[in-house]
């Protein structure tokens, strides 16, 4: 089982950036698609991103479009996720998850990914 930590989170004022981090122990997850997703206050938790195992695929929610950018370092076993332009809707506490089955195309369910961080909260201001 793969350990999974966010880091990165802060507040900050809308229109700023943020880079948050996701550094894997216990196996590498060089195989593995990896999504990060984010929970807002009295809502669902909702997909944000998500990135092939090889980097060969990148998803992004509508929301995070132009502004996000997902991108990994295997030799460091870390996922990022570049946060640009945030704004208050953006206000959550976001989350990295490992996909359940290595070498297959990443998906933007929840469902498909098994090993979740503990979680880094976003502030923004407005």
């Known amino acids: 089982q793969v350990q999974l930590v966010e880091s990165g989170g802060g507040l900050v004022q809308a229109g700023g950036s943020l880079r948050l981090s996701c550094a894997a122990s216990?196996?590498?997850?060089?195989?593995?698609?990896m999504g990060w997703f984010r929970q807002a206050p009295g809502k669902e938790r909702e997909f944000v991103a998500a990135i092939d195992w090889n980097g060969g695929r990148i998803y992004y929610a509508d929301s995070g479009k132009g502004r996000f950018a997902i991108s990994r370092d295997n030799a460091k076993n870390t996922v990022y996720l570049q946060m640009n332009r945030l704004n208050a809707e953006d206000t959550a506490v976001y989350y990295c998850?490992?996909?359940?089955?290595?070498?297959?195309?990443?998906?933007?369910?929840?469902?498909?990914?098994?090993?979740w961080g503990q979680g880094t909260q976003v502030t923004v201001s407005s």
């Open positions: 216990g196996r590498t997850i060089s195989s593995y698609g």
């Open positions: 998850a490992a996909d359940l089955i290595p070498l297959r195309a990443v998906s933007r369910e929840a469902r498909n990914f098994g090993s």
